[in-house]
């Protein structure tokens, strides 16, 4: 069928992603594989073509990174996940790193199949710090990564804050996230200009004479610094 989220954590739920694993490797046999990330090495347990098997503590569990995600959501169009549990509120670095993965994941279109202890809106109990609200996002983006709008999406790279999937699909909180973060992108691209090309403040309401005169000032100070500078040169010979 289309079910990509199985829940609970049972044998019959991962022996179901297993058989989803080998349909989709075809006749292809699925190895181990190795990808090279910024001079370190990542380990593929199970990959055949454009698909790739995990298990959370894979991931989760390992001294990986943001970049180590993106170069895995670069190189499957379709992950395969078991075993992802409920993070406890001191698993801070999971978070994070679950956080990160899921990330690289959708801003990739990757096709997503997961064995998982709950839903996703409950897979991590923390009620306060940056992860707790982060990890609303990923939840968000989790039950997305399920429709049959986002699984038609092509593999690659997308647009940073693009939300193509409009209207009922996405979560009221998730489309308020992506406004917010868009309005935060906006704000900070403009003060970034500001800084580059400070605004004429006040020059703009002086009347023509006033600016006249600004100007004259302007260009004798320049007149009076060349002829220092022709001065002293004709010292130095």
């Not at 046999?29 to 995990?54: D, E, M, R, Y």
């Amino acid at each position: 069928g289309n079910q990509t989220w199985f829940t609970p954590l049972t044998s019959n739920h991962n022996q179901m992603l297993d058989d989803l694993f080998r349909s989709h490797c075809g006749d292809v046999n699925a190895t181990p594989q190795t990808l090279t990330v910024l001079g370190h090495a990542v380990h593929i347990p199970c990959a055949s073509g454009k698909t790739a098997w995990f298990d959370y503590a894979d991931l989760c569990r390992t001294a990986l990174g943001a970049n180590d995600f993106i170069m895995i959501a670069e190189q499957f169009d379709t992950v395969f996940i078991t075993n992802i549990p409920v993070i406890a509120a001191d698993q801070r670095n999971e978070a994070k790193r679950f956080i990160a993965l899921i990330d690289a994941l959708y801003d990739r279109s990757v096709k997503l199949y997961a064995t998982a202890a709950d839903q996703p809106q409950n897979l991590y109990h923390a009620d306060d710090g940056r992860e707790a609200f982060e990890f609303d996002r990923t939840a968000s983006r989790l039950i997305e990564m399920q429709s049959e709008p986002y699984r038609a999406l092509p593999h690659g790279e997308r647009l940073v804050g693009a939300a193509p999937l409009r209207g009922a699909l996405r979560p009221a909180h998730d489309r308020q996230r992506d406004r917010a973060h868009g309005s935060r992108l906006a704000r900070g691209a403009a003060l970034v200009r500001r800084q580059r090309h400070p605004p004429r403040r006040h020059v703009q309401h002086q009347r023509l004479p006033d600016l006249l005169a600004v100007h004259a000032r302007h260009d004798a100070r320049v007149v009076a610094e060349e002829g220092r500078i022709c001065r002293q040169r004709r010292s130095w010979v």
